[in-house]
């Protein structure tokens, strides 16, 4: 049976009203995570006069924490009741910040930041698995769908507003941060039993889509470290990058996020349509046209072209990670470790990207482009081993053919 003639089971208003409260989590978490793992790049370069490579430094340490945090979500859920995990994140989320209001030193951001990134890394997969509650597969993508436009486009608008409030009022970050988190503890009281070892019914996915869904969630989970590597390596070098330095300073987080707008668009496209469901190699595609669009976005001096590029990039980077999600969810009943394994991929690339960033400039210091170069290696290593696997699955695929 084809996915796309899937029934779908309109949820009862228990359900709806669980799913909006799931969505506002989101929304709210979204905001803070902007903020303080992308937004603070361009602080720390306008109060503390940062660099490329401190931002990449403070970046990858991010990262190194928000694998941690990700793989802590299961175990965590496993013993402690996800209302009461989920409160004590925002709680601890909020102090952080509440703190770093109150003592706007570096040397205190750098201890707090990458505790904040663990602290919100590891709710993520706990909404995840949320929103997959009693859903079958054709559910979960339109719920996906909703999931991803809620997170991307109130990232998108935080980005976009985020150099305005730095450059009138940047401790207003941390002030914003500490308030979605205070107005979050207010939806968790309401949020839908069950809470504890939440699951979904049994997703087994129809015998002649397994293998394509299979190479599908293999290809994009090959991908995404590969495009968070991007995503955070982006956030470290764009205040740096000439094009962004000579805008004014309201428009330049504008500017330097029209990727995560292209996204946004990607995901509502994605989610009125499932061709990308049957057809895995279309990923092989997205990834070498973030490789490509990535190099031309941060080398080629001229706003139009880093526009133009983050465009290509924003639609390629909606693709992979829509696929890693979606297809993680279907092929393991929406639990809770497969959600954590997804946002820790994320975690991989946020800490390879940075990092090995920061390591060419260290090695090539005064090299404007030793940074792209880095994260560029990373990405094209990413389309090789996306390639191998792709073609490992080329005889599996005319076996089947040949049985019909």
């Known amino acids: 049976m084809d996915l796309l003639a899937e029934k779908a089971v309109a949820p009862p ?3 709806r009203r669980h799913l909006s409260r799931v969505f506002s989590l989101e929304g709210l978490g979204s905001i803070g995570a902007n903020l303080l793992m992308y937004g603070i790049f361009f602080y720390m370069q306008k109060r503390f006069g940062w660099g490329a490579r401190r931002n990449l430094l403070l970046s990858s340490g991010q990262g190194v924490a928000y694998v941690l945090g990700a793989l ?3 175990p965590l859920s496993q013993r402690v009741h996800r209302r009461t995990l989920l409160v ?16 706007p030193n570096p040397a205190l951001l750098v201890a707090l930041l990458p505790l904040y990134t663990m602290f919100s890394a590891a709710q993520w997969p706990l909404l995840e698995s ?3 509650i009693d859903a079958t597969p054709d559910q979960i993508s ?5 999931y991803n436009l809620v997170w991307s486009g109130t990232g998108a608008v935080t980005v976009s507003l985020c150099g305005l409030v730095i450059a009138h009022f940047p401790q207003g970050i941390f002030l914003i941060t500490v308030a979605v988190h205070l107005i979050s503890l207010g939806f968790l009281p309401r949020l839908r039993a069950p809470m504890h070892n939440a699951t979904t019914p049994q997703l087994h996915p129809e015998p002649e889509l397994l293998e394509l869904r299979t190479l599908a969630m293999r290809l994009s989970r090959i991908a995404l470290p590969a495009t968070f590597a991007v ?5 470290a070098i764009m205040p740096t990058l000439p094009v962004i330095r000579s805008a004014d300073p309201e428009i330049r987080t504008l500017l330097a996020g029209v990727w995560m707008i292209a996204r946004w668009f990607c995901f509502i496209l994605l ?7 049957t057809r895995p190699r279309a990923l092989l595609v997205a990834a070498a046209i973030v490789l490509i669009s990535f190099v031309g976005a941060t080398l080629i001096d001229s706003t139009i072209s880093m526009v133009l590029w983050q465009i290509a990039m924003g639609v390629a980077m909606g693709l992979i990670y829509s696929s890693s999600l979606y297809f993680g969810m279907v092929l393991s009943d929406g639990s809770t470790v497969q959600n954590a394994y997804h946002e820790a991929l994320i975690g991989v690339g946020s800490v390879l990207g940075p990092g090995c960033g920061a390591l060419a400039e260290i090695i090539l210091p005064g090299n404007p482009h030793a940074s792209v170069i880095a994260v560029g290696t990373i990405l094209f290593l990413s389309v090789l081993a996306a390639s191998w696997v792709s073609l490992q699955s080329r005889p599996s695929r005319r076996r089947r053919v040949a049985a019909r």
């Open 231 to 235: 995503i955070y390596a982006l956030g």
């Open 88 to 103: 004590v994140l925002h709680t601890a989320m909020a102090a952080i910040a509440l703190t770093s209001v109150c003592f």
């Open 142 to 146: 339109r719920r996906i769908s909703v």
């Open 271 to 277: 989610g009125v349509t499932a061709w990308w469901h």
């Open 13 to 15: 208003a228990a359900a």
């Open 72 to 74: 802590s979500a299961a």
């Open 130 to 132: 949320l929103i997959s």
